[in-house]
């Protein structure tokens, strides 16, 4: 029997890729394939929690009724979107890979290959996570990171940055970890401490995250 310790929370998750469009047809992404985030919001709403899930394009489906999915596009979308529902959630858990540049233009029509050389100008689009953080009342707020080098460093500073809580890192030097694959190996860091896990499926990797969580929140 599943033990509903999330009973009365409401966990909001962000997850996927976002699509900056290019043109009407075209757009620039990243390969996450939501498959972190779709994990964690099945296993919050097994525990109980209201969850409100909003992810970028991904091939994912739920498989539960108490699972609030919103389907986004852009960077932009997924910021309104979470805005939406900030005020009235207990955790907050940002798994989306946003793309962190858009066109700073988009083609009304489909752009055409006239050119030899093309030149795209990008704009920095909003960091989610960061303005969580900066609006942070009561919320508990969980970050990830996904690093290439000085994993620790980075993602403590990051920690700090966001105002989170608590930070999953995925390292990209672990073999089966992080983005397309089923499984990840992960460190999760708070302000005070660290633990390093196996690596495991994404569902099991799901687990051990809201462990953390429901223990730090009994804290
Ligand atoms: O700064 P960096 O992109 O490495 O931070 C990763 C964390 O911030 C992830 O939790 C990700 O979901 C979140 N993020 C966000 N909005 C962005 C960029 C990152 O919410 N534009």
């Known amino acids: 029997d599943q033990e509903k310790t999330l009973d009365g929370k409401t966990v909001l998750i962000t997850a996927g890729p976002t699509y900056e469009a290019l043109d009407p047809v075209r757009f620039i992404g990243n390969h996450s394939s939501g498959k972190m985030g779709f994990s964690l919001a099945e296993e919050a709403a097994k525990r109980g929690a209201k969850v409100i899930l909003i ?6 489906t739920i498989h539960r009724g108490n699972i609030d999915l919103h389907r986004i596009t852009s960077a932009k979308e997924m910021l309104e979107k979470v805005f939406q529902f900030y005020d009235k959630i207990d955790i907050g858990i940002a798994s989306a890979a946003v793309a962190d540049y858009a066109p700073k233009e988009i083609a009304k029509e489909k752009i055409k290959k006239n050119e030899d050389q ?3 100008e990008l704009v920095k689009n909003p960091d989610i996570l960061k303005t969580m953080g900066e609006k942070k009342t009561h919320q508990f707020l969980v970050g990830f990171a996904l690093e ?3 994993e620790e460093e980075n ?4 920690l700090e940055k966001k105002n989170l809580d608590m930070i999953v890192l995925n390292s990209l030097r672990d073999e089966g970890a992080g983005f397309k694959n089923d499984t990840n190996k992960i460190r999760i860091f708070t302000r005070t401490g660290k633990k390093e896990f196996d690596l495991k ?3 099991e990797v799901a ?3 809201l ?3 429901e223990h730090q929140l009994l804290k």
């Open 148 to 150: 290439t080098q000085n």
């Open 201 to 203: 499926s994404k569902d």
């Open 207 to 209: 687990k051990d995250i």
């Open 211 to 213: 462990d953390f969580v």
């Open 55 to 60: 992810s970028g394009p991904s091939s994912q």
């Open 118 to 120: 093309l030149t795209l």
């Open 155 to 158: 993602a403590k500073a990051k």
